[in-house]
């Protein structure tokens, strides 16, 4: 969190606060893919994970390879690039362009 934008440290624990984000996920996570997120506009909208029982695929794969399969599906079905959010361009100092594109998430 040190090396993060205060901005995104803002949303982040807000969001989990409330335990519910509707934007993107990695507008929310401290770590290298936050960094995916603002270098390549990765982008991976946080509620698309509940059609995939994400967190009980997780909890209850049996082995490994279960689970990397299922993160290769994820990756290649929700995973999106070149997206503009406005986690992003908050966290890269343009809120006025953020507002002024009217974006809300």
């Known amino acids: 969190g ?17 335990e519910e984000w509707d934007g993107d996920l990695l507008d929310i996570l401290s ?8 270098e390549q506009g990765a982008s991976v909208r946080n509620k698309n994970l509940n059609k995939y029982d994400f967190f009980n695929t997780v909890t209850s794969a049996k082995s490994q390879e279960i689970l990397n399969e299922f993160y290769r599906q994820l990756a ?28 809300k998430y």
């Not at 205060?6 to 606060?17: G, H, W």
């Not at 770590?31 to 603002?38: F, W």
């Open 2 to 18: 040190r090396t993060r934008p205060k901005s995104m440290v803002i949303r982040a624990t807000k969001a989990y606060l409330r």
């Open 76 to 103: 290649k079905d929700l995973v999106g690039f070149r997206i503009l959010t406005r986690g992003k361009l908050e966290d890269l100092g343009l809120e006025k362009k953020a507002e002024e594109l009217k974006i």
């Open 31 to 38: 770590s290298s893919l936050n960094k995916l997120g603002l």
